[in-house]
């Protein structure tokens, strides 16, 4: 188990250490902000913008728009 603060809201959060690998994502459980790690030694966790989480939703299917 691994204890580290949201850089986002300050909250304390403890997580499973293998959720703490390089560029592995995590949810902050008081504000919700999605975090990466990015750096591992010292642990160090960023938040995510939101215009880079990918969302299914955000994906259509355009196969009606292809020339053929």
Given at each position: ?68
């Amino acid at each position: 188990m691994v204890d580290v603060v949201c850089p986002v809201c300050g909250e304390e959060n403890t997580y499973m250490a293998d959720e703490m690998s390089l560029f592995g994502r995590v949810e902050c459980a008081k504000c919700h902000a999605v975090l990466e790690v990015v750096g591992e030694s010292p642990l160090e966790l960023e938040p995510v913008d939101d215009d880079f989480i990918e969302d299914e939703d955000d994906f259509e299917d355009n196969e009606d728009d292809e020339d053929i």
